[in-house]
Antibody, heavy 121, light 108 residues
Protein backbone atom coordinates (compact mmCIF):
# COMPACT_ATOMS: atom_id res chain seq x y z
CA UNK A 1 0.00 0.00 0.00
CA UNK A 2 1.33 3.40 -1.00
CA UNK A 3 1.78 5.69 2.00
CA UNK A 4 3.03 9.25 2.25
CA UNK A 5 3.38 10.69 5.75
CA UNK A 6 4.27 14.34 6.24
CA UNK A 7 5.78 15.82 9.39
CA UNK A 8 7.51 18.94 10.60
CA UNK A 9 4.69 21.45 10.56
CA UNK A 10 4.01 23.85 13.37
CA UNK A 11 3.83 27.45 14.48
CA UNK A 12 6.63 29.75 13.31
CA UNK A 13 7.12 33.50 13.42
CA UNK A 14 7.23 35.60 10.24
CA UNK A 15 10.73 35.49 8.80
CA UNK A 16 11.39 32.13 10.40
CA UNK A 17 12.24 28.74 8.92
CA UNK A 18 10.78 25.27 8.98
CA UNK A 19 11.67 21.96 7.35
CA UNK A 20 8.96 19.58 6.28
CA UNK A 21 9.51 15.88 5.66
CA UNK A 22 7.51 13.29 3.78
CA UNK A 23 8.20 9.61 4.44
CA UNK A 24 7.25 7.32 1.58
CA UNK A 25 6.52 3.61 1.67
CA UNK A 26 4.77 0.93 -0.37
CA UNK A 27 6.43 1.81 -3.68
CA UNK A 28 9.86 2.33 -5.23
CA UNK A 29 10.36 5.93 -4.14
CA UNK A 30 13.46 6.47 -6.29
CA UNK A 31 11.43 5.83 -9.45
CA UNK A 32 8.85 8.57 -8.91
CA UNK A 33 8.75 12.31 -9.29
CA UNK A 34 7.34 14.13 -6.29
CA UNK A 35 5.65 17.41 -5.45
CA UNK A 36 4.58 19.65 -2.62
CA UNK A 37 1.10 21.15 -2.77
CA UNK A 38 -0.41 23.48 -0.18
CA UNK A 39 -3.87 24.57 0.88
CA UNK A 40 -4.48 27.71 2.92
CA UNK A 41 -7.26 27.39 5.52
CA UNK A 42 -10.63 27.30 3.78
CA UNK A 43 -9.02 27.87 0.38
CA UNK A 44 -8.13 25.89 -2.72
CA UNK A 45 -5.05 23.94 -3.74
CA UNK A 46 -1.76 25.50 -4.85
CA UNK A 47 1.15 23.60 -6.37
CA UNK A 48 4.41 24.58 -4.65
CA UNK A 49 7.31 22.56 -6.01
CA UNK A 50 8.40 19.55 -8.10
CA UNK A 51 11.46 17.32 -7.98
CA UNK A 52 12.45 14.63 -10.46
CA UNK A 53 13.09 11.06 -9.40
CA UNK A 54 16.85 11.58 -9.25
CA UNK A 55 16.59 15.04 -7.74
CA UNK A 56 18.39 16.62 -10.67
CA UNK A 57 15.42 18.66 -11.93
CA UNK A 58 13.53 21.04 -9.67
CA UNK A 59 10.81 23.62 -10.20
CA UNK A 60 9.04 26.09 -7.92
CA UNK A 61 5.93 28.21 -8.00
CA UNK A 62 6.75 31.90 -8.31
CA UNK A 63 5.21 32.51 -4.88
CA UNK A 64 7.94 30.50 -3.13
CA UNK A 65 10.90 30.78 -5.49
CA UNK A 66 14.04 31.87 -3.69
CA UNK A 67 12.60 31.05 -0.26
CA UNK A 68 11.75 27.33 -0.40
CA UNK A 69 14.03 24.42 -1.32
CA UNK A 70 12.81 20.97 -2.26
CA UNK A 71 15.08 17.95 -1.90
CA UNK A 72 14.93 14.20 -1.54
CA UNK A 73 16.94 11.32 -0.11
CA UNK A 74 16.16 8.19 -2.11
CA UNK A 75 18.16 6.02 0.32
CA UNK A 76 15.81 7.14 3.09
CA UNK A 77 12.65 7.18 0.95
CA UNK A 78 12.08 10.76 2.01
CA UNK A 79 11.09 14.08 0.48
CA UNK A 80 11.82 17.44 2.11
CA UNK A 81 10.78 21.06 1.88
CA UNK A 82 13.03 23.66 3.51
CA UNK A 83 11.02 26.84 4.01
CA UNK A 84 12.84 30.08 4.82
CA UNK A 85 11.71 33.70 5.16
CA UNK A 86 8.22 32.52 5.97
CA UNK A 87 5.30 34.91 5.57
CA UNK A 88 1.76 34.92 6.91
CA UNK A 89 0.51 33.95 3.45
CA UNK A 90 2.51 30.70 3.65
CA UNK A 91 0.11 29.48 6.34
CA UNK A 92 -1.41 26.30 4.93
CA UNK A 93 -1.63 22.55 5.09
CA UNK A 94 1.29 21.19 3.08
CA UNK A 95 0.81 17.92 1.21
CA UNK A 96 3.39 15.79 -0.51
CA UNK A 97 1.99 14.25 -3.68
CA UNK A 98 3.35 11.64 -6.06
CA UNK A 99 3.40 12.08 -9.82
CA UNK A 100 1.53 9.26 -11.51
CA UNK A 101 3.09 7.11 -14.18
CA UNK A 102 0.93 8.57 -16.93
CA UNK A 103 3.01 10.63 -19.33
CA UNK A 104 3.04 13.37 -20.22
CA UNK A 105 1.45 15.64 -17.64
CA UNK A 106 0.94 13.04 -14.94
CA UNK A 107 -1.71 13.74 -12.31
CA UNK A 108 -0.99 13.48 -8.59
CA UNK A 109 -2.04 9.92 -7.90
CA UNK A 110 -1.23 9.65 -4.18
CA UNK A 111 -1.23 12.31 -1.48
CA UNK A 112 -0.12 12.39 2.13
CA UNK A 113 -2.47 13.48 4.92
CA UNK A 114 -0.80 16.89 5.16
CA UNK A 115 1.01 18.88 7.83
CA UNK A 116 -0.14 22.31 9.01
CA UNK A 117 2.23 25.26 8.91
CA UNK A 118 1.11 28.40 10.72
CA UNK A 119 3.10 31.60 10.30
CA UNK A 120 2.14 34.07 12.98
CA UNK A 121 3.64 36.28 15.67
CA UNK B 1 -0.49 31.34 -16.54
CA UNK B 2 -3.45 29.13 -17.35
CA UNK B 3 -6.48 29.86 -15.19
CA UNK B 4 -9.11 27.21 -14.50
CA UNK B 5 -12.62 28.40 -13.67
CA UNK B 6 -15.03 25.94 -12.11
CA UNK B 7 -18.80 26.27 -12.07
CA UNK B 8 -20.99 26.34 -10.21
CA UNK B 9 -19.26 27.29 -6.97
CA UNK B 10 -21.84 25.27 -5.04
CA UNK B 11 -24.17 22.57 -6.32
CA UNK B 12 -27.08 21.38 -4.16
CA UNK B 13 -28.48 18.00 -5.12
CA UNK B 14 -30.09 14.96 -3.56
CA UNK B 15 -28.76 11.38 -3.44
CA UNK B 16 -29.66 9.56 -6.62
CA UNK B 17 -29.55 12.69 -8.77
CA UNK B 18 -27.08 13.37 -11.55
CA UNK B 19 -24.31 15.92 -10.94
CA UNK B 20 -22.60 17.89 -13.69
CA UNK B 21 -19.55 19.97 -12.77
CA UNK B 22 -17.77 22.26 -15.20
CA UNK B 23 -14.16 23.38 -15.57
CA UNK B 24 -13.10 25.96 -18.17
CA UNK B 25 -9.46 26.76 -19.01
CA UNK B 26 -8.27 30.21 -20.10
CA UNK B 27 -6.38 28.55 -22.95
CA UNK B 28 -6.16 25.06 -24.34
CA UNK B 29 -4.78 22.37 -22.03
CA UNK B 30 -5.30 19.62 -24.61
CA UNK B 31 -6.54 16.65 -22.56
CA UNK B 32 -4.19 17.23 -19.62
CA UNK B 33 -6.99 17.74 -17.14
CA UNK B 34 -7.59 15.86 -13.90
CA UNK B 35 -10.34 15.88 -11.30
CA UNK B 36 -9.94 15.41 -7.56
CA UNK B 37 -12.38 14.89 -4.71
CA UNK B 38 -11.68 16.31 -1.26
CA UNK B 39 -13.65 15.63 1.89
CA UNK B 40 -13.27 17.74 5.06
CA UNK B 41 -10.03 17.04 6.88
CA UNK B 42 -8.78 14.73 4.15
CA UNK B 43 -6.28 14.95 1.33
CA UNK B 44 -7.53 15.22 -2.24
CA UNK B 45 -8.17 11.94 -4.07
CA UNK B 46 -7.56 11.50 -7.78
CA UNK B 47 -10.74 10.64 -9.67
CA UNK B 48 -10.10 11.31 -13.37
CA UNK B 49 -6.93 11.94 -15.39
CA UNK B 50 -6.35 12.87 -19.01
CA UNK B 51 -9.87 14.31 -19.02
CA UNK B 52 -11.72 11.01 -19.22
CA UNK B 53 -9.75 8.17 -17.62
CA UNK B 54 -10.90 6.92 -14.23
CA UNK B 55 -8.16 6.41 -11.66
CA UNK B 56 -7.69 3.05 -10.00
CA UNK B 57 -10.59 2.08 -7.77
CA UNK B 58 -12.88 4.92 -8.81
CA UNK B 59 -16.51 3.85 -9.28
CA UNK B 60 -18.02 3.86 -12.77
CA UNK B 61 -20.58 6.49 -11.77
CA UNK B 62 -17.77 9.06 -12.11
CA UNK B 63 -16.98 10.09 -15.67
CA UNK B 64 -15.07 12.91 -17.30
CA UNK B 65 -15.25 14.49 -20.72
CA UNK B 66 -13.92 17.39 -22.73
CA UNK B 67 -10.77 18.65 -24.38
CA UNK B 68 -9.14 21.95 -25.13
CA UNK B 69 -10.78 24.47 -22.82
CA UNK B 70 -14.06 22.92 -21.66
CA UNK B 71 -14.33 19.93 -19.38
CA UNK B 72 -17.07 18.20 -17.42
CA UNK B 73 -17.14 15.83 -14.47
CA UNK B 74 -20.36 13.84 -14.25
CA UNK B 75 -21.56 11.75 -11.34
CA UNK B 76 -24.39 9.66 -12.76
CA UNK B 77 -26.26 8.89 -9.53
CA UNK B 78 -25.09 10.54 -6.34
CA UNK B 79 -24.23 8.40 -3.35
CA UNK B 80 -24.11 9.91 0.17
CA UNK B 81 -20.31 9.65 0.19
CA UNK B 82 -20.01 11.78 -2.98
CA UNK B 83 -20.84 15.05 -1.24
CA UNK B 84 -17.51 16.84 -1.10
CA UNK B 85 -15.45 19.52 -2.85
CA UNK B 86 -14.23 18.78 -6.37
CA UNK B 87 -11.19 20.38 -8.00
CA UNK B 88 -10.01 20.31 -11.58
CA UNK B 89 -6.29 20.54 -12.32
CA UNK B 90 -4.23 21.10 -15.44
CA UNK B 91 -0.62 20.20 -16.11
CA UNK B 92 -0.23 21.27 -19.73
CA UNK B 93 2.71 23.35 -18.49
CA UNK B 94 4.19 20.35 -16.65
CA UNK B 95 5.75 20.04 -14.17
CA UNK B 96 3.83 23.00 -12.83
CA UNK B 97 0.15 22.57 -12.09
CA UNK B 98 -2.80 24.83 -11.53
CA UNK B 99 -6.10 24.04 -9.88
CA UNK B 100 -9.58 25.42 -10.21
CA UNK B 101 -11.13 27.11 -7.21
CA UNK B 102 -13.37 24.10 -6.51
CA UNK B 103 -17.04 23.18 -6.64
CA UNK B 104 -18.75 22.28 -3.38
CA UNK B 105 -21.31 19.51 -3.88
CA UNK B 106 -23.76 19.64 -0.99
CA UNK B 107 -26.82 17.67 0.01
CA UNK B 108 -30.08 19.40 -0.83
Amino acid sequence: EVQLVESGGGLVQPGGSLRLSCAASGFTFSSYEMNWVRQAPGKGLEWVSYISSSGSTIYYADSVKGRFTISRDNAKNSLYLQMNSLRAEDTAVYYCARDGVVVPAAPFDYWGQGTLVTVSS
Amino acid sequence: EIVLTQSPATLSLSPGERATLSCRASQSVSSYLAWYQQKPGQAPRLLIYDASNRATGIPARFSGSGSGTDFTLTISSLEPEDFAVYYCQQRSNWPGATFGQGTRLEIK
